[in-house]
DNA sequence: TATTAGCACTCTCTCTTAATGAGTGCTAAC
DNA sequence: GTTAGCACTCATTAAGAGAGAGTGCTAATA
């Protein structure tokens, strides 16, 4: 268990390392305000945190510096929330006030936003496609042998495929097909597209219009094909990383980089399952390339299906309370808009 | 005039710079194939180099290192094209053997495997959207007061945006002003479609269905926001730059990432108006963060009007002989299977 | 008993110095 | 015209010295 002043101690060293990113020596905390211990007493405290843990130096005559463990119990136990100025909560809210009405442009604007404010890189998930509903089915015949498939949701989205038809179907043919689908599979959700079209399929070879079945064929492998299925990522400051002194070495810049580009691929990384505010320290991240790095992630939703994500990166060393308190702003705003957008109306 | 044994000593100490990233001094340059001078010798004429200007010292006493007046003789007078391995050219008509069906696919793999080839960096630009003509119209209603607008074009690609329907509009409104937009736009070039756009509104007032107006307006407004209609840019191997010794600097390494990522709005990178091969060195592309940096260019075509561009961005050092021959033969494949995705035909 | 002052010690960082070696420029010989 | 020889320059590396920041331990103090 930790005595009150160690626990006073270990907040004021992290604190002052993510201030200054520099090792954090005792005569410095004694001159902080509120410290009133002389340096050897924060000396012997420093020595216990030390055993226990929570710091570490970086050589035998070094200030001491947080260790994940220390960040980790500083996240858990000593996260005040920042109250954020009005100027930056003006900022946050004006992304919402010119009326947009796009969801990728709204999401688009808060990525940006939210790394202008933070200094870090932002990454937002955009909602999952695949859970939004058909709202209506398109065929626009381009050549002899192809034509585009379109399919509009409910959320305005737009999916769109190029297929190509098979010999000897006539456009009488296709606007059969875009009845049926228009009939049948309306309010289906995106993810079940492929598996209702084939129930579908099955219906026509019972009846008479079974030559239509190579066209369905074809649709289907079209819309199977997951290029564009996979969730949209939204960056916002890539570069700000760069500018953090942990990463002046290009080599761990480079793996960063690359880590973030595949951002979408990695599992587990939005933890889209579990709501609110999460925080991944270092090596939390299970990836060698991010072991300097935290990631910050919050949930936004509309309704009770659909969510996103949203997250921040940065050093180890990051501004934990601020980023917290604009991700928490960032995530509700976020979440209100886009159900008004969405469904005309706030949830 | 330079006498046939400075033109070898140049070559070779281009050549040898390309490769080694180290200055180059005589005594390397006697001792290389189809060099039969003494150092000494080689001293004199690159002494002579020198103050013409094709060569430069980093410091008194070190090696040579091509100026940009070397590399654009080198560029403009020595450049015999490589051949390519087989090996390779497979690999790019791989890319081509796949039936793939949309552009995007083509362009995005197109730039995938060209940084592979070369390890530096690729940039596509999209064929230009604005160009495209239209193919049909269609408008989706989402809640009661916006609708999804789509635009499908010859080449299959489809626009969209959501706009906001004004009060008192009725679905069979909604579907008059399709009919009309596809009675009378159905054609024109995308870009023309703005002002096209009005001239149907006016005729629209002269006629009994003026109170279409207001849908009409609010339609224009959506469809005249720029944002979708930037010319895509696709990227290849971005992190590859950072592997080139000459950007080991975190500053200037920003500075590239920065440029790539705005390159699209400096007008006059992509020289589409010149057709072929462009190269620019350092300094020639005007811009202090691409000082270190060459940028290759190529032009590919579809039929007449449409065209995109192919680039590389290297270190002025790169391998300008294998980058040209790769960039000729890539933007000649890419003219021939675009045109036949987009016509149904070679042309 | 908890806190603090004092002091020796450790390790990094920076600056200096010296040695090494790659490469040049010049001059004289071939 | 070409080359060998040689003095000279400058980057790079290693080693050493001094300064400074910070620690750990011990003994004194409240």
Redesign the pocket.
């Known amino acids: 268990m930790l005595?009150n002043?160690q626990l006073l101690i270990l907040q004021v060293t992290v604190d002052d390392f993510i201030e200054t990113a520099?090792?954090?020596?005792?005569?410095?905390?004694s001159k902080k305000e509120g410290v009133?211990?002389?340096?050897?007493?924060?000396?012997?405290d420093?020595?216990d945190l030390?055993d226990m843990g929570f710091l570490e130096?970086?050589?035998?005559?070094?200030?001491?510096v947080p260790s994940e463990k220390g960040y980790r119990y500083y996240v858990d136990n000593m996260l005040t929330p920042q109250r954020i100025p009005n100027v930056e909560l003006q900022q946050i809210r004006s992304v919402f006030e010119e009326r947009m009405l796009e969801t990728e442009q709204v999401i688009r604007k808060s990525a940006k936003i939210l790394s202008e404010l933070t200094n870090y890189t932002s990454i937002l998930l955009g909602l999952d496609v695949r859970k939004h509903r058909i709202k209506r089915f398109s065929i626009v015949p381009l050549t002899d042998d192809s034509a585009v498939a379109i399919i509009v949701t409910d959320s305005g989205h737009v999916e769109n495929r190029v297929f190509s038809i098979p010999e000897n179907f006539t456009s009488s043919d296709i606007e059969k097909m875009v009845n049926m689908l228009n009939d049948k599979l309306v309010g289906v959700h995106l993810h079940e597209l492929s598996s209702k079209l084939e129930l579908v399929t099955k219906t026509i070879l019972q009846q008479r219009i079974g030559h239509l079945e190579n066209l369905f064929g074809s649709f289907n492998k079209a819309i199977s094909i997951e290029h564009g299925h996979e969730d949209k990522v939204y960056y916002g400051g890539k570069m700000h990383l760069l500018n953090q002194p942990e990463f002046n070495d290009v080599a761990k810049a480079r793996s960063i980089m690359y880590w973030m580009d595949h951002v979408n691929q990695i599992p587990g990384i939005f933890p889209l399952d579990k709501m609110g505010i999460q925080i991944r320290i270092g090596s939390e991240n299970n990836h060698l390339a991010m072991e300097n790095c935290s990631v910050i992630t919050a949930t936004y939703s509309i309704g009770e299906e659909q969510t996103g994500s949203i997250a921040i990166i940065g050093p180890t060393r990051m501004d934990y309370k601020r980023v917290v308190s604009l991700l928490d702003i960032m995530s509700g705003d976020l979440s209100k808009e886009l159900s008004k957008l969405l469904h005309g109306h706030y949830e």
Not at 36 to 43: E, G, K, L, N, W
Request: glycine letters at 6%.
């Open positions: 005595t002043r520099q090792p954090v020596g005792s005569r410095q905390i009133t211990y002389s340096p050897a007493t924060i000396r012997n420093m020595a030390e130096k970086t050589h035998t005559s070094s200030g001491r």
